[in-house]
């Protein structure tokens, strides 16, 4: 008994990177167990019913398709988490792109890609801090505020270049979502990968991290405690629209192009995501490893039908019929404890 | 005991409890409940928490199934399966929380979910007319058109009963009807039940204001620990009678002894106001070692005044200074970097994250302890988890969630959260709400003990005998207004409520 309370003490002093290893990494994925069985039983149907899904090459499909998604799960997590909704990271993702396209394009600003995309991370945290400020200051419900930020960000993205696209970027931008270093990881995916792990480990061993569990779980008793949830939120909103805007610039580089119309309806997208991953809408439940399980659930669904050759439309109705029963059995689950 | 008999030989029309049991689980919450209501007698069910009161209501109401037993109503055996059954066979239940929808009009919620219908419109003029005329029966001057949110509590909780008297409720279940209604309202609603008692309506009448009962009650019931354990066939009994029946063992051995204060002040408040006037220019000290008691009426102010000295609502003017330092009250976070830490009033949405577990709750407010340069890891949380617990001996486990202990052991987390830091002003509001008996008395150890580590502790209680048994100085606030700070041996019962309702 003594010896392995030694041992673990020993562990917990050498660093998060080694607690969050090995046995603590089932804290990652904890209470997700649903959607995990989700995820595998899908793959292992697809792998059966068709030749081509369980390829290496397919596989490294499937990442590159969800990284946009992916990297916006991250932010729609913390938000879900302390029991709020952004619904402009659709918008904030077009707008992003948009400014990025504008500062760094020749015919308008030509300052450069790099330019461009510190222009355009500034204007995305700006719309989530703003977002932010109308939850903690105006008192508005996170619904309405993103909703109204939804409309706005849309109308600033049309704005910058009078609804045209922006064509065309250097290869070095369009390459990193195209080369695969190592022979299978291009940077974008790389990006969503480290992204999530940082963010996995934010959640779970650091003390604001925490505080957002608390946050979601109570927010009174939060603020009782003394955390300052108001500066919190407006961080949560902030990173959210953030990483909305660093997903439109991972969409830029994929197409090699920006349009004010990209990301309609993403923002649905993401939230089913982050529920499948086992997150509650009220709140305080919630994890990266879950959100992950999620986003990979849409992903593998996606690329599965397609595979399949069923039709687009047909691909909505089944994504609809799968966010639906994924919640209901975590509901029916959570009910029965 | 007299009652036995009679019952047999000619049964009333009344409503007859027999054996009725009810389990959760291995808890068993009523066991062989038995007792009757004869038409036009006001019955009152006396008991603390969790004695079985509500659940017994709330079978006779149709709202909970019992494992054993019957019961008779109106010479019928009687077993509702809902609470639509009750209404349906005469029977309502007026809750402690109102179930009004605030949006719609007063004869709105009297009639909701049985409107009157003319060639498929809703009568309006019939509909009124009809909640008026109820309103009227009640002595209730109020237009049925009124949206029920524009009206104070005691008013719609007439609203309420003028609801069950249309659905022809012959027996009427009031639980704690007075909690939030001030002495006139409390007055009028006595009027009310003595008249409906005249025309034959019988009452159950749950309080624990036991100065109420001699004055509207028939029979008292006493129950403890789901069973009953005495039966009056008056209600003139003396209180301490009653408590001791309610407690299971005499009153005085139940508040732990206190030791003399120290010398040094820890904590000063001078003139301090809130912006909504709820409470008024309020000065007073507390040194280390000492509780203070905060004693008053509801909507006194006790909860806003504690509430603000923790940081927790705004001050419009005043000083707050911990051991001589002033603090400038920001919020709970700059209240708790100054030693000024509160156990709130509401236990569950303002004290504990119900869904997480024992040691996240503890480690919420303690980070800087937990995890000084922020790393918050599994083991650090559980340490520092089993240090709270078995400091304040709570019956639980760091990774248990905190949803799944009771009320008392849920006060000792939020308590044990505090006490590591350690602070120097200790504020507990209501500690023992919603807590049983054998319970409290642990709490009382606790804040005693508190108060002996050289902490000052402020606790505010509706509870008289709880101020009176716990603080070396109970301080009486009156609409806002500070009446007195009263000295151990010159509080009582009778000079607390003086200032109080001065």
């Known amino acids: ?337 | 005991m007299s009652a036995e008999p009679r019952q047999s030989e000619s049964p009333h029309n009344g409503l007859f409890v027999n054996g009725l049991c009810k389990s959760y689980g291995p808890v068993q919450v009523l066991a062989d409940a038995s007792f009757e209501v004869r038409p036009g007698e006001v019955v009152a069910l006396l008991g603390e928490n969790g004695a079985g009161k509500s659940t017994v209501s709330n079978i006779i109401a149709g709202s909970i199934k019992p494992d054993a037993g019957t019961i008779i109503w109106r010479g019928k055996p009687y077993s509702p399966a809902n609470p639509a059954a009750a209404i349906e066979a005469g029977v309502g239940m007026i809750h402690q929380e109102l179930k009004l929808l605030p949006d719609l009009s007063v004869a709105e919620n009297v009639y909701v979910g049985r409107l009157p219908m003319r060639s498929g419109r809703i009568d309006r003029a019939t509909m009124n007319a009809k909640a008026s005329a109820q309103l009227k029966r009640l002595g209730l001057d109020v237009s049925p058109e009124r949206k029920v949110r524009t009206l104070r509590v005691a008013a719609q909780q007439q609203v309420e009963i003028a609801k069950a008297l249309t659905l022809n409720a012959e027996l009427l279940i009031l639980d704690e009807p007075t909690a939030a209604l001030g002495g006139e309202e409390t007055e009028l609603l006595f009027k009310q039940i003595r008249k409906l008692k005249a025309e034959g309506m019988s009452f159950i009448y749950i309080s624990h204001r036991l100065d109420e009962i001699a004055q509207i009650a028939d029979r008292v019931v006493v129950m403890r620990d789901g069973r009953i354990v005495a039966r009056h066939e008056r209600a003139d009994i003396p209180v301490r009678t009653v408590v001791e029946q309610m407690v299971g063992r005499s009153v005085e051995r139940m508040f732990p002894k206190l030791s003399p204060p120290g010398e040094k002040t820890l904590l000063e408040v001078e003139n301090l106001s809130s912006p909504e006037r709820s409470f008024n220019n309020v000065s007073f000290s507390v040194k280390s070692g000492e509780i203070l008691g905060i004693a008053g009426l509801i909507g006194a102010g006790r909860t806003e005044l504690v509430r603000a000295i923790a940081g927790a609502d705004p001050i419009s003017s005043g000083v707050v200074r911990v051991a001589d330092q002033p603090v400038h009250l920001s919020g709970p976070a700059a209240a708790i970097r100054a030693g000024v830490v509160l156990v709130p009033e509401d236990r569950k949405e303002q004290g504990v994250v119900l869904e997480q577990t024992i040691g996240e709750n503890l480690a919420i407010g303690n980070f800087d302890h937990v995890a000084p340069k922020g790393w918050v890891f599994p083991k650090a949380v559980q340490r520092f988890a089993e240090t709270g617990i078995s400091r304040l001996g709570v019956k639980g486990r760091p990774n248990q969630a905190v949803s799944k202990l009771s009320g008392g052991n849920q006060q000792k987390v939020i308590i044990a959260k505090w006490v590591s830091r350690p602070p120097k002003v200790f504020i507990l509001d209501e500690p023992t709400r919603g807590i049983d008996v054998g319970a409290r008395a642990a709490i009382y150890d606790v804040i005693a003990d508190l108060a002996r580590s050289g902490m000052a502790v402020v606790v505010v209680s509706s509870d008289l005998e709880e101020v009176l048994g716990l603080s070396h100085r109970v301080l009486v606030l009156s609409r806002g207004r500070q009446r007195g700070i009263l000295d151990r041996d010159e509080s009582s019962n009778v000079a607390v409520m003086e200032l109080a309702t001065s």
């Open chain 1, 1 to 337: 008994m003594a010896v392995s309370n030694e041992t673990s003490e020993l562990k917990a002093g050498t660093g998060a990177a080694q607690a969050a290893s090995g046995a603590k990494l089932s804290a990652l994925f904890a209470g997700t167990m649903g959607p995990l069985i989700g995820l595998v039983l899908l793959c292992l149907a697809l792998a059966l019913t068709t030749d081509t899904f369980l390829t290496v090459r397919n596989i490294l499909n499937v990442l590159d398709q969800v990284t946009v998604l992916g990297i916006m799960a991250i932010g729609m997590t913390l938000v879900i988490l302390i029991g709020g909704i952004d619904l402009s990271v659709g918008s904030v993702l077009a707008l992003a792109a948009m400014v990025m396209g504008y500062v760094a394009y020749p015919d308008y600003l030509n300052l450069g890609v790099p330019v461009g995309i510190v222009a355009a991370l500034m204007v995305a945290a700006l719309c989530g801090l703003v977002s932010g400020l109308l939850v903690t200051v105006t008192k508005l419900p996170p619904f309405i505020a993103t909703l109204a930020m939804m409309s706005v960000a849309r109308g600033l993205a049309n704005m910058i270049t009078d609804g045209s696209q922006i064509v065309g970027f250097p290869d070095w931008f369009t390459n990193l979502s195209i080369v695969r270093h190592f022979g299978f990881l291009s940077v974008t995916v790389g990006l969503m990968i480290v992204l999530a792990i940082v963010f996995a480990i934010f959640l779970n061993y650091r003390a604001t991290g925490r505080s957002l569990y608390a946050i979601g779980g109570s927010a009174e008793v939060a603020r009782l405690s003394g955390i300052p949830v108001k500066s919190l939120t407006n961080w949560v909103y902030a990173i959210c629209a953030l990483l909305a805007g660093l997903a439109g610039i991972v969409l830029a580089a994929r197409l090699d192009s920006v349009q004010p119309s990209s990301g309609v309806g993403y923002e649905l997208d993401t939230i089913a995501a982050v529920v499948i991953g086992g997150a509650s809408l009220s709140g305080g439940i919630g994890s990266i490893g879950g959100t992950a399980i999620g986003v990979l659930i849409i992903g593998v669904l996606r690329n599965g039908l397609n595979l399949l050759g069923v039709s687009p439309f047909i691909q909505q109705v089944v994504i609809g019929v799968v966010i639906a029963l994924a919640v209901a059995t975590d509901t029916w689950r959570r009910r029965r404890q």
